[in-house]
Each structure stands twice: as structure tokens, then as C-alpha cells.
């Protein structure tokens, strides 16, 4: 007798059903989304989802206390044992198609607060898009990536992730989708939406595992304005500017592992300069 083919749940975006009417302007652009996704797909997704000892064990990055472990799409593709719900999804949130959508929400917002991206870049609607290790900027303008992320349990003592900081200057967006367990009982590990305070300010950086800089800013330089939860099926995307400030709140000790997806659109060269 021959098996049905094992059925799982269409790919539907992140962004299906989100409008302008949804963005929040207060500190700076973006939105949060709850149930942002049909339950079912939801649910595959999360069943599936490598953690950080898998991830580790295939990038060759030790387990640590409160650390990042990056699953970038290629690896997700690549890998005969990742769900083929992971798969699709990847591939459909580092596409063409996905830009369009993010561009159809945000793109007057973010030429508000960067008036020279097309000059530097080219017309945004006109980008040649592509995947991050896949591609290159030799044949591709922007490239997009979906990554699973875990961050590993934390041990010793409580901390955050990382403090207040603004995103890379050559991303386009940054996006979180979380997909917190339900037995997750750790408090922290929210997003933590920041302004600046009056005066001057000055980042700091420091040097990524991939290569280029990270840039942070000493808390007595902002203030907080609202806290996103970390909550299951939960978006958070926003367009990347100077003013687009964030962090992760301090997790208690807990030997869950924060789980998420992250969204980025990489360009060749920076938008602005962050005035170190």
C-alpha cells in the first residue's frame, strides 16, 4: 500500500495583511505583528526549529552563556535534515517578492529618514535582489537572508544579548519573528525601543563575527520609550536609520534558549555614517 505524501502547511509571508496602518512611528518606523502567522505554519515551524547545539555544532561555535547562533538560509537549504517547511520559508522571506512587500510598507518611511538611500544605492523598487551566500554584489544590488537564531541558555549570571545599538549602516532592515517556547517561564530578553537623550552621543564599536563593525551607544547617551515582549509569533521589522535604536532587556538565569528568525536586507555600502 502506498503512503500519502506527508502534508505540510502552505508558506504564507510575514508581512500578508500588514498595511501602513500598522506602523508605529514612536521611537522610529516599524511594526509589531501578533500571530503573525497562521497557527499551523506556526506550529511546523517551531517543532522544527534547530537550537543552538545544533546550530553550534555545524558552524563550529562553542555553547557559551547567553550567546547567538546564527542558521542563515543557505545553511537551512542545504541541510537534508531541516524541515522542508524551513526550507520553503526561507526561501520565500530572502526573495524578490518579500522586498516588494517590505518596500510596499515602508519604503516612504524609510526615504523620509534617509532622503539620499536612492542616490547612493539606486531607485529602492529598482534593486536587483538577492540571497546572502548565494549571491553577490557583483550581479545583485541588496541581499536578503532569513536566519534562525538561538540564543543559548544563560548560566553564571543574569545578562543581555546585547545593549543599545543601531543596526549595521549597510542593512536596509532588520526584522525579528519570535518564536518563543511554551514552557519558557525566563523573564528579559524583550526588545527594548530606545531615543536619544539630549546631546551628543557617540557609538562605539567593535568587530562582528562576520567581519565588519557592530555599533553600540552607552546607555547614559538614550532612554527607553517601549518594550516589545518576546512573545510567540511575534514581528518586529522596521526600516534602518540612525534613529532606530534598540537592545535586548537582561534575561534571568535560565537554561531556555531565546528563539527567533531574523530578517536583513544587506547592501554594498553604508546609508549613513553614525558620527564616531
Not at 503573525?36 to 522544527?48: F, G, V
Not at 553564571?156 to 542593512?171: E, F, I, Q, T
Not at 512573545?231 to 521589522?237: E, M, Q
Amino acid at each position: 500500500m502506498t503512503q500519502a505524501p506527508v502534508s505540510r502547511p502552505a508558506v504564507t509571508s510575514l508581512l500578508a495583511g500588514v498595511t501602513k496602518a500598522d506602523i508605529r512611528r514612536d521611537p522610529f518606523p516599524h511594526v509589531v505583528i501578533s500571530d503573525a502567522l497562521p497557527q499551523e505554519l506556526y506550529d511546523a515551524l517551531a517543532k522544527s526549529m534547530p537550537t543552538a547545539e545544533y546550530i553550534g555544532e555545524r558552524i563550529g561555535k562553542p555553547i557559551t552563556s547567553n550567546e547567538r547562533y546564527n542558521y542563515m538560509s543557505e545553511m537551512i537549504l542545504a541541510d537534508d535534515t531541516m524541515a522542508q517547511v524551513w526550507k520553503d520559508f526561507a526561501t520565500y522571506h530572502a526573495s524578490p517578492a518579500f522586498y516588494e512587500e517590505f518596500l510596499d510598507l515602508f519604503q516612504e518611511d524609510l526615504l523620509a529618514n534617509l532622503p539620499e538611500a536612492e542616490k547612493l544605492v539606486g531607485p529602492l523598487r529598482e534593486l536587483r535582489v538577492g540571497r546572502r551566500n548565494r549571491d553577490a554584489f557583483e550581479t545583485h544590488d541588496i541581499l536578503l537572508d532569513c536566519t534562525a537564531v538561538i540564543n543559548s541558555a544563560v548560566t553564571g549570571r543574569p545578562s543581555a544579548y546585547r545593549g543599545p545599538h543601531v543596526d549595521k549602516p549597510h542593512k536596509l532592515f532588520g526584522g525579528l519573528f519570535y518564536m518563543r517556547l511554551p514552557e519558557d517561564d525566563a523573564t528579559g530578553g524583550d526588545l527594548v525601543l530606545y531615543k536619544y537623550r539630549p546631546g551628543a552621543h557617540k557609538f562605539h564599536t567593535s568587530a562582528s563575527e562576520y567581519g565588519d563593525n557592530r555599533f553600540d551607544i552607552d546607555p547614559q547617551f538614550v532612554e527607553e520609550v517601549t518594550t516589545v515582549p518576546y512573545r510567540s509569533n511575534t514581528l518586529v521589522l522596521y526600516p534602518i536609520n540612525p534613529l532606530a535604536l534598540h537592545g535586548v532587556s537582561v534575561r534571568c538565569l535560565t537554561q531556555h534558549q531565546r528563539r527567533f528568525i531574523a530578517l536583513v536586507g544587506d547592501l554594498p555600502r553604508q546609508l549613513f555614517d553614525l558620527a564616531l
